[in-house]
T-cell receptor, first 115, second 113 residues
Framework: AQSVSQHNHHVILSEAASLELGCNYS??????LFWYVQYPGQHLQLLLK??????LVKGIKGFEAEFIKSKFSFNLRKPSVQWSDTAEYFC?????????????FGTGTKLQVIP | DGGITQSPKYLFRKEGQNVTLSCEQN?????MYWYRQDPGQGLRLIYY???????QKGDIAEGYSVSREKKESFPLTVTSAQKNPTAFYLC????????????FGPGTRLTVT
């Protein structure tokens, strides 16, 4: 079974600061990796995903994440955060396959951006 | 306008009563899921269904039941056997293949007193 760790539970940044949220997973095989975001009062939605190819993936709103297989990591980054990035961010992983595989979510990181 | 609807947004029940949460999708997705979200615990899978008339227990299925009689509907019943039912419940769907993301509904906040 796979597991996901998000070590930062609550992050507070000033606008224009750079962001990096950590995500580490444990699983012995190949995986698909996701970052979801939950803005206040809104649905949980996909920010970006990796399933093959270039390990540096770009998502919506200027976010990117890098898959480092040797470190079992998929950290989320943004060079300059905005107040509107205040949200809760979830990392998720599932084993790669052609069919359904159970997705495991991390415990989430709450990001608060101060104007 | 495609998406997932959950109703109601807020639900209040007395302890000992069963309650059913609704989840409907018009995305023509094969797979549907129920998660429970508690502060500091992320999303925990309750049940999932890959096709109509089939569903599987997730990590925390005790005290819950589901049905999948139609592709677009996946209701969740929180029974009186669930020891700590007060939570935020999220329904999701996906096309089914592992590389596809899940699409989430707005959630139902259940309070049991």
């Amino acid at each position: 079974a796979q597991s996901v760790s998000q070590h930062n539970h609550h992050v507070i940044l000033s606008e224009a600061a750079s962001l990096e949220l950590g995500c580490n997973y444990s699983y012995g095989g190949t995986v698909n990796l996701f970052w979801y975001v939950q803005y206040p009062g809104q649905h949980l939605q996909l920010l970006l995903k990796y399933f093959s190819g270039d390990p540096l993936v770009k998502g919506i709103k200027g976010f990117e994440a890098e898959f480092i297989k040797s470190k079992f990591s998929f950290n989320l980054r943004k060079p300059s955060v905005q107040w509107s990035d205040t949200a809760e961010y979830f990392c998720a992983v599932n084993p790669s396959s052609g069919g359904y595989q159970k997705v495991t979510f991390g415990t989430g990181t709450k990001l608060q951006v101060i104007p | 306008d495609g998406g997932i609807t959950q109703s109601p947004k807020y639900l209040f029940r007395k302890e000992g009563q069963n309650v059913t949460l609704s989840c409907e999708q018009n995305l023509n997705h094969d797979a549907m899921y129920w998660y429970r979200q508690d502060p500091g615990q992320g999303l925990r899978l309750i049940y999932y269904s890959q096709i109509v008339n089939d569903f599987q227990k997730g990590d925390i299925a005790e005290g819950y039941s589901v049905s999948r009689e139609k592709k677009e509907s996946f209701p969740l019943t929180v029974t009186s056997a669930q020891k700590n039912p007060t939570a935020f419940y999220l329904c999701a769907s996906s096309p089914g293949r592992s590389e596809y993301e899940q699409y989430f509904g707005p959630g139902t906040r259940l309070t049991v007193t």
